[in-house]
């Protein structure tokens, strides 16, 4: 079955610890992202990529990095200078042309120890 | 600034029929979106509009007026498993989506 893939399901951190999420995807899907989603507030974006070893900031990047160095996978860490990394975090890819629907991944929760 | 307004929760009751508003004030269009997401899930694709005008896909409609920079999903026959927020989102000039807060949907018997 075709699909996103995100791993683990929960996440814990430590203070001053950094944290890897991982995302991949069998779409054959080119572009990917990464978002945040807190109670009551919209999706904000972290990262995108739109083809292999290519990425972009989006509108909270600040504290996590990424990196695309195959086209199934979009890894996300959520460094130490994330002072508030308590979230769900949702990987995303999609299909590209017209529409561009974006699909989703299973999401990880983190919270911090 | 750019902006998406829906309601934060509605109640509905099994079986009736639901209307759920989203207003956006954005930088360009480039078409909007619906997705449902149910608790601790992720959100799952509903509908596409980009032309104004009625989309219908079985028990779910969605509506769109680009000049008034509003949108609605109507959702018919309600079911207790149709309890879920719903994400309206818009696609913007430089083709990132900006998404609103959802509206949580309770169904009740």
């Known amino acids: 079955d075709g699909g996103i893939t995100q791993s683990p399901k929960y996440l814990f951190r430590k203070e001053g610890q950094n944290v890897t999420l991982s995302c991949e995807q069998n779409?054959?899907?080119?572009?990917m992202y990464w978002y945040r989603q807190d109670p009551g507030q919209g999706l904000r974006l972290i990262y995108y990529s739109q083809i292999v070893n290519d990425f972009q900031k989006g509108d909270i990047a600040e504290g996590y990095s990424v990196s695309r160095e195959k086209k199934e996978s979009f890894p996300l860490t959520v460094t130490s200078a994330q002072k508030n990394p308590t979230a769900f975090y949702l990987c995303?890819?999609?299909?590209?042309?017209?529409?561009?629907?974006?699909?989703f991944g299973a999401g990880t929760r983190l919270s911090v120890l | 600034g750019q902006n998406i307004d829906q309601p934060t929760e509605m109640t509905a009751t099994e079986g009736a029929i639901v209307q759920i508003n989203c207003t956006y004030q954005t930088s360009g269009f480039n078409g909007l979106f619906w997705y449902q997401q149910h608790a601790g899930e992720a959100p799952t694709f509903l509908s596409y509009n980009v032309l104004d005008g009625l989309e219908e896909k079985g028990r779910f409609s969605s509506f769109l007026s680009r000049s008034k920079g509003y949108s609605y999903l109507l959702l018919k026959e309600l079911q207790m498993k149709d309890s879920a927020s719903y994400l309206c989102a818009v696609r913007s000039f430089n083709y990132q989506l900006i998404w609103g807060a959802g509206t949580k949907l309770i169904i009740k018997p």
């Open positions: 779409l054959n899907h080119d572009a």
């Open positions: 995303a890819s999609s299909t590209g042309g017209g529409k561009n629907i974006q699909y």
